[in-house]
């Protein structure tokens, strides 16, 4: 089952997030991390505010994730472009930081198959 593309941005949110809390995100994580957290901001600031500090919060991941799904086409696919930017970044450093690759390599492959053509 292939989830939706606000669970999937969600999710790499969420990801990029505990690599840097806990300090294991470089430079490019981080400034990858800092854009695609603007562009949800844009539309779901407090929501994202809460996200940030627990984002293994189903019940805030799902609400997150029902706001970008709401969005226009135009700014899903800006996301997904952000989201996969970010994926790609985490998994540059994901050996070093600790992160799960196999879970980096199905985020990459939802976001390829859920971006708006």
Known sequence: MVDSIGAVV?????????AAAKGA???????GYDALKSGLSA??????????P???????????AEIIDAQSEE????????????VARLRDGAPAAGLDID???????????LAPK
């Open 10 to 18: 969600v999710g790499t949110f969420g990801i990029a997030a505990e």
């Open 25 to 31: 995100a470089d430079a490019a994580v981080i400034d």
């Open 43 to 52: 539309f779901a600031k407090r929501e994202i505010a809460e996200l940030e």
């Open 54 to 64: 627990r984002p293994r919060s189903i019940g805030m991941q799902i609400a997150v």
């Open 75 to 86: 700014t899903k696919t800006a996301l997904c472009v952000l989201a996969a930017t970010l």
């Open 103 to 113: 879970r980096l390599a199905a985020l990459e492959a939802q976001l390829s198959a």
